[in-house]
C-alpha cells in the first residue's frame, strides 16, 4: 500500500492507496500525510525533473567503494576518486561529440518506451493546446503549452509521458521540444565539461 502511493504521479491514485493505509492503521496514514511532499512521487517538485524515490543510486555509489572500504581513509578516497576519472572521463568524451538539441540516451530511452507505449491511445483536441487523451478506459487532459498530464508522468520527468507523446505525433511536432533542457546536449556539456586530471602516484 506504501509503495502504490509513494510511486503515484498523480493525486488520484495517491489519494486511493492512502485511504487503503487509513483503514488499515490510522497513526501511519498521519504520519505519512504530515511529510507526503519528502515521499510520494507526484509531490515533488517538478523543476529538478527527478522522480527517484528511493536510496539506490547511493547503493550503487557505496557499491564501488567495497574493495577498500575497510582500508585507511585516504586509501578510500583515492579509490573513490579514481571511480569518478573513469566516470566522468567517459561522459567528457561523450559531451564532446553531443550537438546542444541533441538528447542525452536516458530520455531518448525513455521516449522509445512510451512511444512503444501509445498506439492504444486515442486523442481528441479541445481547442487551446488542450487534449483529451483516452487510453484504455481512462481519460486524461494534456495541456501542450504546460506540458502537463492529467497522469502525472509528464511533469515528474519533464519528459512526455505517452499520452502527451500521442498528441505530438497527432500534431506532427517534435517531441525533443517538449523535453526539459536538462536532458539535452547543451546541459550535458555544462555538467560533464570539465573532467578529473590524472594524478602522480603518492609517493611523488
Ligand atoms: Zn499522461
Redo the contacts with the bound molecule.
Sequence with gaps: MFWIAANAYNEYVFEIAMSKIKEFDAAAYDYLKNVEEQWSVHMFDRTVCCDHNTTNFVESFNAITKANRDMPVLTLLEDVRNSCMKRMSSRFDKAVSMKPNDLTEHAKGVLATRTDDFRFCHVTAAGGGEFE?R?GHVK?P?TLGNMT??????QGLEIP????LRVIYNQRLDSRDFVSPFYKGAAYKLTYGDHIHPMADPTH
Excluded at 149 to 154: D, E, F, M
Aim: contains cysteine; charged residues 20%; hydrophobic residues 30%.
Design positions: 487523451v487510453d486524461f494534456v498530464c492529467g497522469c502525472g508522468k509528464w509521458c505517452k499520452h502527451g
